[in-house]
């Protein structure tokens, strides 16, 4: 709802060309069980094929498959100043146990630009709390055009621009706070059975008013309905909660009934790509080998201009 859905509508409209990858080398930072990350790799590619992602007229693919991208990170890396990672806001969150924080960790934000210049993206969209690792991105693409560049800007490498959606919302979680994994408030619409995603929606947080009292219409719940249900319904839903004989039992059964008929379709495909590994692998090998197309070209285009 956040990220995957708007992405996909994005790269659906006929003048994009989206690039859109699963960040597993990202994900060592904090995950070094490699049975894990493994699954968790094919439960995000299924996932995006799931949605309909359209891997004909986009590129879609895997970071760690396309070497390029940690040889960029390292060109990238020797023109950012220390001082500035360090007021990187993913690092400064964490530096409180400095012992446990690690490298990997504290260049993030140059991983992340090679993984847009890389491609030459234009416009990049994200969410508001990564607005300051484009920023780092713009800044260090910037340094390079200066030092190597001729009089056009975007001589040696495109400096990207933020796709900011201000309509975009907070998805709350069933405990009201943000929707996170790290928080363990969310709803897994895609890996698990009906009854479990059920029983997720039935623990989002209600309280003790009797059944036939009149309750709050703007609950937060009801800001989760308003993500998968029509405005009809959400108006239907409000005057029920205000008229009162309707609990919130009833009002999360709607809600899990919407869920149902929004991703019923993308279930059954996610589980049939979780179940076909080879296809799963072919889907991705294909995106690979037209993202390195590109990406060998600008890594010879920096090379080149730095001496190598």
Known sequence: ??????????SNQPENEAFLFIADMHSLTAVHDAEVLRKNTRMVAAAWLALGFDIDKNVFYRQSRVPET?????????FMPFSRLS????FKDKATNI??????????????????LL????????????KQHLEFTQEVSRKINIRYGNAVENSVLVVPEAGINDQTVTVPGTDSR???????????????????MRKQVMSINSDSTPL??????????????????????????????KAGGYGWGHAKQA????????????RVKFDYYMNNDAELEEKLQIGEAKARKIAVLTLERVRSVMGF
Not at 1 to 8: E, F, Q, R
């Open 255 to 266: 809600i899990y009934e919407q869920l149902l008929v929004l991703f019923g379709d993308a």
């Open 212 to 241: 036939e009292d009149p309750k709050n219409p703007n609950h937060f719940m009801v800001d989760i309905y308003k993500l998968v249900a029509s405005d009809a319904q959400v108006q239907e839903m409000q005057a029920s909660l």
């Open 70 to 78: 940690t040889e960029l990170t390292w060109y990238l890396s020797c």
């Open 1 to 10: 709802m956040g990220a995957m859905l708007p992405a996909i509508n994005m």
């Open 99 to 116: 012992s446990e924080v690690n490298t990997g960790l504290f260049t993030y934000p140059m991983l992340m630009a090679a993984d847009i």
């Open 178 to 196: 943000k929707m996170s994994k790290s928080y363990k408030n969310f709803i897994d619409v895609l890996s698990t059975t009906d009854k479990q």
């Open 119 to 130: 491609y030459d993206a234009d416009i990049v969209p994200v969410g508001k709390d990564q």
């Open 87 to 90: 007021n990187a806001t993913s």
